[in-house]
């Protein structure tokens, strides 16, 4: 399965932006898709959001009320709807599939919150 994101930039404090990313390749069912970070100067990604395919979502606390994970299944594709965004948001947001035997990265979008 390859993953391909898009949306990342540059972005004032409290502006948004909107990530995509679409799976495509061997067909293998994709159980859970999500967004990963990785700051800068820090060595470990952390999880930002995910969605099953059912539709259940799983949000960091230091995203709550501010992002929104959505998913669609029809087009093997997930976005992160990122409102409100502030400086410590700044990071690699890394795109993430979880199929039956495998699980997925994508190739990582740098977003810059600063004025």
């Known amino acids: 399965v390859q993953l391909q994101a898009s949306g990342g930039g540059l972005v004032q404090p409290g502006g948004s932006l909107r990530l995509s990313c679409a799976a495509s390749g061997n067909g293998d069912t994709i159980f859970v898709m999500g967004w990963y970070r990785q700051a800068p100067g820090k060595q470990q990604r952390e999880l930002v959001a995910?969605?099953?395919?059912?539709?259940?979502?799983n949000n960091a606390d230091s995203v709550k009320g501010r992002f929104t994970v959505s998913r669609d299944n029809s087009k093997d594709t997930v976005y992160l709807q990122m409102n409100n965004l502030k400086p410590e948001d700044t990071a690699v947001y890394y795109c993430?599939?979880?199929?039956?035997?495998?699980?997925?990265w994508g190739q990582g979008t740098q977003v810059t919150v600063s004025s």
């Open positions: 995910d969605i099953t395919s059912a539709g259940s979502t």
């Open positions: 993430h599939a979880v199929g039956p035997l495998n699980h997925y």
